[in-house]
């Protein structure tokens, strides 16, 4: 029960950020401000739609669970949440990438720019962090899954705010 509170939390303090980003874009005439907080809402939905998901898986293994026996183990209040890849349920895991496929969503020529980590395949077309389909000098369309875990060990929520969109086979 405490999960599902910190869950309902986050996702209420998301909305509220989202709130105050559509005032402030309402409000403003800075292009820069606006396509900032625009960046902002889309992170923000983008987590609202992962916590919605987790709470749905949640409640959906409660029901199991009490009608086949004991009740899961659940996720400890005190850990960050984790990345998709860690619940594949909760995705749309049905579309497959091989590495040469991956390669040819570079970002460039209009196309999306996705990066696998972890066999999971992510969406970094709309990422801040990931502007012009690069990162610290890594280009989208590989496999990054060596590099995560060497520069954002233990940070594994960052993905969590990507869209999944496949997995890597």
């Given amino acids: 029960m405490q999960n599902i509170r910190m869950l309902q939390q ?3 303090s998301l909305i509220s950020q ?3 980003d559509i005032y402030t874009i309402s409000v ?3 292009p820069t401000a606006k396509q900032l907080r625009l960046q902002r809402l889309w992170d923000a939905l983008t987590s609202i739609q992962f916590l919605n998901e987790l709470l749905a898986s949640h409640a959906i293994s ?3 669970a009490s009608s086949n026996g004991p009740a899961q183990p659940t996720m400890p209040a005190s850990q960050p949440l984790p990345a998709p890849a860690a619940y594949p349920e909760l ?3 049905n579309q497959t990438f091989t590495i040469q496929e991956l390669s040819n969503y570079d970002g460039k020529n209009g196309r999306p720019a996705y990066v696998a980590v972890g066999g999971v395949v992510y969406d970094v077309t709309n990422n801040r962090a990931w502007a012009a389909a690069t990162h610290f000098g890594l280009v989208s369309g590989k496999d990054y899954t060596q590099e995560f ?3 954002h060990a233990g940070q594994k929520s960052i993905l969590a705010t990507l869209p999944v969109i496949g997995r890597l086979v």
């Fill in 10 to 12: 986050q996702v209420n």
């Fill in 18 to 20: 989202a709130k105050h």
């Fill in 28 to 30: 403003t005439s800075d």
């Fill in 62 to 64: 409660s029901i199991s």
């Fill in 91 to 93: 995705t749309l895991l």
């Fill in 149 to 151: 875990a060497s520069c």
